[in-house]
């Protein structure tokens, strides 16, 4: 699993800011953007936590005061179950410089997220296509936009994401800036637009450009310089060597400088529906073989792509010991086999045996103090009574544990995974 994400602040080339240029001290950093009284930035890096990332470290250019303090706001991450911590680049040097800047920071294996987007994917998904290639030194996510939104980027079908290199070569050749494209590329564009026009409804196929989310190898290091940007200087000589991956989703993408930005931030990113389940309603053993009940990974994935929180609640089994530690052991077993089909669960509560019958003691409410819910679309499956209650008391859609497949039981239901987000 990848427990680090690099997230690159404000100032590298971004935003209308030059690589290698001077950032004025009093720039307001759009990476605090308030979203719903909450900074953009504390959302995106709560939603790390919720992907299994332990540890964040963000890049900015020197004298940016609000960003050292928000990154000093030690007792906030501490919630999350992560540690931030901030790294200047002695310039505004670029993507690919500012990475070479802390290249020593680097695990093995690290997310790179811009710190002005958020793209609503399971990172893990990245993490998973990455171990898998185990030569290249990297997986972009893509997303899907209009053509209008390309703006200076050059249509990609989407036959061209099956890794093919000299595909790959054209995706990265379209993220040059439209001023270096060659005049006769824009003589011949002028020349065939006529034509091209009258099959542009027929032939037009998706449009893909890079979303500011990746997953890399350490060694990339190695082919960065102290002054270059990531994509344009780096990742196409790595595509050409056919070390690039890249895998396209269909998700919500904010870019929080984009003019009117924060309405749709709030909208997306406040609550989200939440699959509950009962540990017994997911797992058939827990013996040295993990004994998934029929669907269960499969129902987890739906939910991740459906945008969904999953949860787990998970009571001790009757007249045994079984403790806190026990609970979390076989949290971080399911998380590792949910890894390697690039899925995961958000969190878990575990309530002792001892305390099953006491009705104050469901573990739903504090579910639900902690991550923001949206109760009428949410779903649980297989509940004890007391959370069976809270989940009813808060509009919550209920179904039994059937026995059979989780994933068609789910789908089958009216407030089942995945719904249209």
Known sequence: MIEQCVILCDGFGSSGVAAGSA???????PTLTPVAGIAFLERVIADLARQGVRRVLLVAVPDHAALRDFAAREEVFARLGL????AAAPEAAGTGGALWQVRE????????LSGQSWFDIPLTELARLLREGPDQLGVLALRQVTEEAGLAFEELDLDSLDLDPDELAALMSAMEAEDEHEPEQAASKEDNDEDEDEDEDDDAGPVFMPAGAGAFRRAIAARLTPSSSLMEDVVPDLVDEGLIGVADFEAPFIEIARPGAEADAARLMAERPALFLARDALLAGTGPTLEWTPGAREAIRA??????????LA???AGADASEDDHQALMARLAEDLATIGTRLDDSRFLPALRAHDAAAAMLPDLMRHWRVDAARSVAVGLAPADLAAARAAGIADLPASGGDLRALLAGSNGGTPPSR
């Open 303 to 312: 939910a991740n792509e459906a945008g969904h929180y999953v949860f787990v």
């Open 23 to 29: 950032v004025p001290a009093t720039l307001t950093p």
């Open 315 to 317: 009571e001790g089994p």
């Open 83 to 86: 540690s931030v911590s901030i």
């Open 105 to 112: 920071a680097l695990d093995d294996s690290f997310f790179v």
